[in-house]
């Protein structure tokens, strides 16, 4: 059984910078795309950055310029760095691969305010 584990959320002020991380067991990870998605109150969960086996990325134009992410294929890890930091970015945020998801993770929490 797959296990997702992120972290790396807090509370910060406007532009300010994190990096959350997600740890994945239990599967042959570095055959999968994987993605980073949140979700804020009251809204839907969406994709933000999608990363490839082979290193290729991309984002959503919302994070785009700001968020970077990367992944460790020797540690079964995935990153997001998110730099300059909005109101509007705060959210749960999840790791996932981004096609036939496994079971989610517990999420990291994300808020931004002054």
């Known amino acids: 059984q797959v296990s997702l584990v992120e972290s790396g959320g807090a509370l910060v002020q406007p532009g300010a910078s994190l990096r959350l991380s997600c740890v994945v067991s239990?599967?042959?990870?570095?055959?999968?795309?994987m993605g980073w998605y949140r979700q804020a109150p009251g809204k839907q969960r969406e994709l933000v950055a999608t990363?490839?086996?082979?290193?290729?990325?991309s984002y959503s134009e919302a994070v785009k310029g700001r968020f970077t992410i990367s992944r460790d294929n020797a540690r079964n890890i995935v990153y997001l760095l998110m730099n300059d930091l909005k109101d509007e970015d705060t959210a749960v945020y999840y790791c996932?691969?981004?096609?036939?998801?496994?079971?989610w993770g517990r999420g990291t929490q994300v808020t931004v305010s002054l």
């Open positions: 990363i490839t086996g082979g290193g290729s990325t």
């Open positions: 239990g599967s042959i990870f570095q055959i999968y795309s």
């Open positions: 996932n691969k981004n096609t036939g998801p496994w079971a």
